[in-house]
């Protein structure tokens, strides 16, 4: 927007122009007429500064003005939208705490007038958050910046205020992005030679029949991407993304129509990666580039197993609230192996089966001491038959108290592994 100067120059390229844009222009009346300030010189033909309190809506577009798609807004309101003849007639805004306040009507006319739903909305100083959160409003997917993080965290919460106010069966997500500029920026963000952005992303996650046309799925593809760069902010997450995203671009090609198809009609994102892991297009991809493919996912599946077996695992909050004691005392006992605990990308998990009603399975620390082993092979020794105990579980053996057959299968699984 050009606030004071309402029409196109006349001697002078339109903006955008010579970069291969047209552009059309619209005005919009503030209501705010007054004697104002800024009048050059006074009571003298000197530099008299005329103003008026109306800003300029610049619409660049390249190639043809026509776009096809949805007729989303209804004709009565389109032509109100539209204002007579390209002039808007609605207040302004003044905020002490922001340099260029508006009401949210000035982005819900721009946003529904020249976008279509799941149309991106870039907004790169994003300031109050005002775009932003009529973008997700309105199901636009939003991309705005701004190096202040109090602007950042703001935008994010108003954000996501506006996605738990859509339609109950459609999810979000909104990410930030760490961007930096080498070069000194020319607005009001100050004279700095680097700065850092935010960058906030946020895009609806729609059902995959919605999301089946092209434009659509590219759409959501960038935006996944974008989420996924978000997360490399520290160099250990940044390596394993490398890994992983290189595994994907290497069985991604080998999928077929079929399993492509299921993983996009996944329920969640979750499930539509296992989808694709676990299609025998990928085990045989995976098996061509590394013998001992099979061999990592089945420790995978295994270390699954036994993290969801008898009634899952704790984290070390859920077991401090449990035993009435602290978190530093849950993480004493395990580093003094009196508690079975499995590390995991979410740090420590404890399988809750070794706990009772009353504490701690009763004879579970002197078995954990005489089983020398790591953890996650003591957490499958426990849920696993032995024959020294008659093909019993270890763990049923210890629950029916019979906590000396227990020790003693412990101690020779330790001497001379499983039988």
Same mark, same amino acid.
């Given at each position: 927007?050009?606030?004071?100067?309402?029409?196109?120059?006349?001697?002078?390229?339109?903006?955008?122009?010579?970069?291969?844009?047209?552009?059309? *222009?619209? %005005? *919009?009346?503030?209501?705010?007429?007054?004697?104002?300030?800024?009048?050059?010189?006074?009571?003298?033909?000197?530099?008299?500064? %005329?103003?008026?309190?109306?800003?300029?809506?610049?619409?660049?577009?390249?190639?043809?003005?026509?776009?096809?798609?949805?007729?989303? %807004?209804?004709?009565?309101?389109?032509?109100?939208?539209c204002g007579p003849r390209g002039l808007w007639r609605f207040p302004g805004m003044a905020e002490p705490s922001s340099p260029a306040p508006?009401?949210?009507?000035?982005?819900?006319?721009?946003?529904?007038?020249?976008?279509?739903?799941?149309?991106?909305?870039?907004?790169?100083?994003?300031?109050?958050?005002?775009?932003?959160?009529?973008?997700?409003?309105?199901?636009?997917?939003? *991309?705005?910046?701004?190096?202040?993080q109090t602007c950042v965290a703001a935008t994010q919460e108003w954000v996501a205020r506006e996605h738990s106010r859509r339609l109950e069966n459609e999810r979000y997500h909104v990410s930030s992005r760490q961007l930096s500029a080498e070069s000194k920026p020319s607005s009001c963000l100050g004279n700095v030679d680097v700065y850092t952005m935010n960058l906030i992303t946020s895009m609806p996650r729609s059902s995959a029949t919605e999301q089946a046309s092209e434009g659509s799925s590219h759409r959501a593809l960038v935006a996944a991407a974008s989420r996924v760069l978000s997360t490399g902010d520290r160099a250990d997450r940044a390596a394993f993304l490398a890994r992983a995203l290189n595994g994907l671009a290497d069985v991604v090609p080998a999928l077929g129509t079929r399993t492509l198809d299921e993983a996009a009609h996944a329920p969640s994102d979750y499930q539509a990666l296992l989808e694709a892991v676990n299609s025998p297009e990928v085990a045989t991809a995976w098996q061509a580039s590394d013998p001992f493919a099979a061999a990592h996912q089945r420790a995978v599946e295994l270390k699954r197993?036994?993290?969801?077996?008898?009634?899952?695992?704790?984290?070390?909050a859920e077991v401090a609230k449990r035993l009435g004691i602290s978190k530093q005392a849950i993480d004493k006992r395990r580093r003094a192996r009196k508690l079975l605990a499995l590390e995991t990308s979410r740090g420590f998990l404890y399988p809750a089966w070794q706990f009772s009603d009353d504490g701690v399975l009763p004879g579970l620390e002197q078995v954990l001491a005489a089983l020398e082993a790591a953890p996650w092979t003591q957490a499958s020794w426990f849920l696993s038959g032995d024959s020294r105990l008659g093909d019993a579980r270890p763990l049923e053996a210890l629950r029916r108290g019979h906590l000396q057959q227990v020790l003693r299968a412990a101690a020779a699984y330790g001497e001379q592994g499983a039988a």
């Open positions: 927007m050009a606030g004071g100067n309402p029409y196109p120059p006349t001697s002078s390229t339109p903006p955008g122009q010579s970069a291969g844009s047209s552009v059309r *222009w619209l %005005v *919009w009346d503030k209501l705010q007429a007054g004697a104002g300030t800024d009048r050059g010189s006074i009571n003298s033909a000197a530099a008299p500064n %005329v103003t008026a309190p109306v800003e300029s809506v610049l619409v660049f577009f390249r190639g043809n003005w026509h776009r096809s798609g949805p007729a989303a %807004v209804p004709h009565q309101a389109c032509l109100e939208l508006f009401l949210e009507e000035l982005p819900e006319r721009c946003i529904t007038l020249f976008s279509f739903p799941e149309d991106v909305v870039a907004d790169p100083f994003v300031g109050r958050g005002t775009t932003a959160a009529v973008a997700a409003r309105l199901g636009r997917i939003a *991309w705005a910046s701004d190096r202040d197993h036994l993290l969801e077996a008898e009634g899952g695992a704790l984290t070390v």
